[in-house]
């Protein structure tokens, strides 16, 4: 079935540090791809996402590949601050002819980010 | 926008007890989905509704869990009688029309940590 895997935490970085989440999927049609946030004691929110093979999403200098060819979509940053730590999940949607589909998470992975 | 409204944000309850979970999703959206966060087995799909239609409720644990969504605007998760177990994170989201955008970005409410004893 589709599935999301990402890579288990957690993940302790220094300030500045850079980053990199891995994130495989597995999915029969062709899914679009995010990558959601969610801070202490907060629901989840959408980080970035890529529709299609090639696309790049970005936003507050996080950025994911969407690569079909090695079913990844890996979340990097060049320069982590203390205000990124938070969980951090991978997840996909298959779109049926337009209609609503479901999300399938990862199991998320904590980042730690030391001053 | 007030976003996804969930109350309420924290409930602790005793074993056998009724406990009800409320969502009132953003105005406009169509589809409306309820999640359950523990640590040990992460984020899960309770259910969705799209058009306040239940589309897929196979992710419901057992006959003890319940969900209604009466109108576009509020949707109720019943759990009766509660246990131990049930003790979690549940989360309400939305999403709108993926109209040409090619995506259906869901919006999270806060959530209600719920215990029961």
């Known amino acids: 079935g589709d599935s999301v895997t990402q890579m288990e935490g957690p993940v302790t970085l220094s300030e500045e540090a850079f980053l990199t989440i891995n994130c495989t999927y597995t999915?029969?049609?062709?899914?679009?791809l995010f990558w959601y946030v969610q801070y202490p004691g907060e629901g989840l929110q959408l980080l970035l996402k890529?529709?299609?093979?090639?696309d790049k999403g970005s936003n507050k200098g996080f950025e994911a590949t969407y690569r079909k060819e090695t079913t990844s979509f890996h979340l990097e940053k060049g320069s982590v601050q203390v205000s990124d730590s938070a969980v951090y999940f991978c997840?996909?949607?298959?779109?049926?002819?337009?209609?609503?589909?479901?999300?399938?998470f990862g199991k998320g992975t904590k980042l730690s980010v030391k001053p | 926008d007030a976003g996804v409204i969930q109350s309420p944000r924290h409930e602790v309850t005793e074993m056998g007890q009724e406990v009800t979970l409320r969502c009132k999703p953003i105005?406009?959206?169509?589809?409306l989905f309820w999640y359950r966060q523990t640590m040990m087995r992460g984020l899960e799909l309770l259910i969705y509704?799209?058009?306040?239609?239940?589309?897929?409720d196979s992710g419901m644990p057992e006959d003890r869990f319940s969900a209604k969504m009466p109108n576009a605007s509020f949707s109720t998760l019943k759990i009766q009688p509660s246990e131990p177990r049930d003790s979690a994170v549940y989360f309400c989201?939305?999403?709108?029309?993926?109209?040409?955008?090619?995506?259906?970005?869901?919006?999270f409410g806060p959530g209600t940590r719920l215990t029961v004893l």
């Open positions: 989201a939305s999403s709108g029309n993926m109209g040409t955008s090619g995506y259906n970005e869901q919006f």
């Open positions: 999915a029969t049609g062709y899914p679009s």
């Open positions: 890529a529709t299609k093979a090639d």
């Open positions: 997840a996909l949607s298959l779109n049926y002819g337009g209609s609503q589909g479901n999300l399938i």
């Open positions: 105005s406009g959206h169509n589809s």
């Open positions: 509704f799209n058009n306040n239609v239940p589309i897929d």
